[in-house]
């Protein structure tokens, strides 16, 4: 199937009918030394419970301004955010995040960075142990819990993280750029135990990332971005089986899905391309 080829028809989604997750004609402005900047632009975006969303775009499109706004950690913006029907104004109970920078606790081991959060919500010893055991294993650390992070590698310890986070049981996890540090074998397994997860949990997951072919081997839909301001240029329904195995990521399906995403992406990426050349060259003539 080339880049060229009828573009997959979105199916139809099983599952809870009712989202989780409600993103309504979200517009956010910053103000710069050059004036208002808009940055995202009237999204809208509706994520059921246990469902996949990648969001992927070009760099300078508004996705991290939009995850952070999920995350109650922006606000001052147009629109509205609600999970389960509750605004968030603010961080949110129901919202857990991870982020592309380590943040694991070097003074900690495994389960004591696990243990963390559980620790400052004052649950009892012996139940907050049985539970930082379990997620534990359920990323797939069993045997590390009395590790240091300077004694892993990159992948466990974002594992790690992952699993401190879902301590609270968050309804919905968001992920910004979770693997970009990691090699591409990495990526790829850890990409396998994360969808683990989130079928052992019914997770609802929202992930940023720059990685086409990482969107389509994690997702149920991707949502492509266009270049500032951020809007909603395309979404994507994955139309591909689970677990998504060697031999789906090597099919001429799943080829498909990157090429017509990439597509979309090439177009928005190069109107970025073009600005930066236009800047460049005029910062170059007043030099």
């Not at 971005?225 to 979404?235: D, F």
Request: aromatic share 6%; glycine share 10%.
């Amino acid at each position: 199937m080339s880049a060229s080829a009828a573009r997959p028809t979105p199916p139809p989604l099983h599952g809870d009918p009712q989202p989780v997750l409600v993103v309504a004609h979200l517009t956010k402005r910053f103000l710069t030394a050059e004036g208002p900047l808009l940055a995202v632009d009237d999204v809208s975006l509706d994520v059921r419970r246990g469902e996949f969303v990648s969001l992927i775009g070009p760099s300078g499109c508004g996705k991290s301004t939009l995850f952070n706004i999920v995350g109650g950690l922006i606000d001052d913006y147009d629109g509205e955010v609600t999970v389960d029907g509750q605004a968030v104004n603010g961080p949110h109970r129901s919202i857990g995040m991870v982020f592309q920078e380590e943040s694991t606790f070097p003074w900690r081991t495994t389960l004591e960075n696990v243990v963390f959060p559980l620790e400052t919500a004052g649950m009892g010893k012996s139940e907050r142990l049985t539970r930082a055991r379990e997620l534990v294993k359920l990323v797939g650390l069993e045997g590390f819990e009395n590790r240091y992070p300077a004694e892993m590698s990159g992948g466990m310890r974002q594992r790690t993280a992952i699993a401190r986070t879902l301590a609270f049981e968050p309804k919905i996890l968001l992920m910004d750029e979770p693997f970009a540090a990691l090699d591409e074998q990495t990526r790829l397994l850890l990409g396998d135990k994360v969808l683990q997860i989130k079928d052992a949990l019914n997770q609802t997951t929202l992930l940023i990332t720059h990685n086409i072919a990482e969107a389509v081997q994690l997702s149920d839909r991707v949502v492509v971005m266009s270049y500032r301001p951020g809007r909603v240029k395309r979404i994507i329904a994955i139309d591909l089986p689970r677990p998504r195995t060697s031999e789906i990521v090597g099919s001429a399906e799943f080829g498909g899905y990157v090429a017509n995403i990439w597509a979309d992406l090439r177009e928005e990426a190069a109107k970025g391309l073009s600005e930066s050349e236009a800047v460049g060259a005029a910062r170059g003539a007043h030099g």
